[in-house]
Nanobody
Framework: QVQLVESGGGLVQPGGSLRLSCVAS????????MGWFRQAPGKDRELVAS????????AIASSVKGRFTISRENAKNTVSLQLNSLKPEDTAAYYC???????????????WGQGTQVTVSS
């Protein structure tokens, strides 16, 4: 059974930083590319960053490039997202999921974790 547990969200002022973490289980994490998605109210879920199984290749959405960094620690089945220079438009629930490849846009699994809420506001 796939489990994805996200944490690290919160309320932050514009320009601030957060670090999100996702602990995965129920599948072979070390063989999977991983991605971080976000969904703002009234909008579709979008992929913001992905990383290949070894951590050597990443893809970052243009809307967050230069501000967000994705990383992973295979020994802990964990993928992280560092969010810097946050903007109000980054406000969303953030989710992780596996990806078929680092370039894929759709997740591997239909199930999602509970997500972690990021709110950027002064």
């Amino acid at each position: 059974q796939v489990q994805l547990v996200e944490s690290g969200g919160g309320l932050v002022q514009p320009g601030g930083s957060l670090r999100l973490s996702c602990v995965a289980s129920g599948f072979t994490f070390t063989s999977s590319s991983m991605g971080w998605f976000r969904q703002a109210p009234g909008k579709d879920r979008e992929l913001v960053a992905s990383i290949d199984r070894g951590g050597g290749t990443v893809a970052i959405a243009s809307s967050v490039k230069g501000r967000f960094t994705i990383s992973r620690e295979n020994a802990k089945n964990t993928v992280s997202l560092q969010l810097n220079s946050l903007k109000p438009e980054d406000t969303a629930a953030y989710y992780c999921n596996a990806l078929p490849t680092v370039w894929a846009q759709a997740p591997s699994f239909r199930s999602w974790g509970q997500g972690t809420q990021v709110t950027v506001s002064s």
